[in-house]
């Protein structure tokens, strides 16, 4: 049975007393359950979310991390030391981190290889630009963006993935895809990773849609039979609202 997971990406959001306020909050209010609940807080507020976190149900990941193991390249962050903090799960490939950081496939493939080398497990992010959908040729964009990062992967490798559908319209602007659309896309994928790693890989994978998932439309969207949890932005910055949406399971 694959995993379902709802993980909240926290962006640059919360400094470290809003941190402690808002983990305090999921605490409280976060049920047991078998959803997978994980939070990715900045990296400054890593450890300390995780001894918080330690004895909960929620787990502590990472926004992003360096492909190197250590050397020269101010302000960044490696597998090992993401890892020395408690942390095993890292996002890669964010949408945010391909506009605004020029993260590019074959950069990504080599963070994924690092990760995976240090036994990090990974939320891989994808996902077409509004002019992709546009012309019809989101399925191409998704499946490229796949083939780059991750077809050089071994079937071992794909225990530690998680993937995160992300169209870029859909991101933080309020317009999310019909249930319809992400279930669509998200039974190409699957279908993608079973042609190229084989049909148990594929369905053991978790495949999670993000953008403007609320608590008002989680439900419809985790009811679709390939999606399997959500990568929350917005709303996983208030307990209220990403409870909410866990138990929209
Ligand atoms: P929003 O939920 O704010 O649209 O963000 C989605 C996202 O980018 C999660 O990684």
Redesign the pocket.
Same mark, same amino acid.
């Given at each position: 049975m694959r995993r379902k997971i709802v993980a909240g990406?926290w962006?640059m959001n919360n400094d470290l007393s809003e941190t402690e306020a808002l983990l305090n909050d999921l605490i409280a209010h976060v049920p047991e359950t078998d959803v997978n609940v994980m939070v990715a807080p900045t990296f400054v507020n890593l450890f300390q979310a995780f001894n918080m976190l330690k004895g909960h149900n929620i787990e502590v990941i990472a926004q992003n991390m360096h492909q190197e193991a250590k050397g020269a390249y101010t302000g960044e962050i490696s597998a090992n030391m993401l890892k020395s903090v408690g942390v095993h799960t890292v996002?890669l490939g964010?949408?945010?981190r391909r506009a605004y950081f020029g993260e590019t496939d074959e950069l990504l493939a080599k963070k994924v290889d690092a990760a995976l080398a240090n036994d990090l497990q990974i939320v891989f992010?994808f996902g077409e630009e509004l002019e992709d959908r546009k012309s019809e040729n989101h399925f191409n964009v998704v499946e490229s963006q796949l083939k780059n990062a991750l077809f050089h992967l071994a079937v071992a490798d794909w225990k530690n993935i998680i993937l995160?559908y992300?169209p870029v319209w859909? @991101? *933080?602007?309020g317009e999310t895809a019909s249930p319809k659309q992400a279930q669509e896309m998200h039974a190409f994928i699957r279908k993608t990773i079973s042609e190229k790693f084989g049909s148990d890989t594929a369905t053991e994978l978790s495949i999670l849609y993000?953008?403007?998932?609320k608590p008002a439309n989680a439900t419809e969207i985790f009811a679709k039979e390939d999606v399997d949890g959500g990568? @929350? *932005?917005?709303?996983?910055l208030k307990a209220a609202d990403f409870t909410a949406i866990i138990n929209a399971f």
């Open positions: 990406n962006k996002i964010h949408s945010e992010c995160a992300e859909a @991101i *933080g602007t993000g953008g403007s998932v990568l @929350i *932005g917005g709303a996983a």
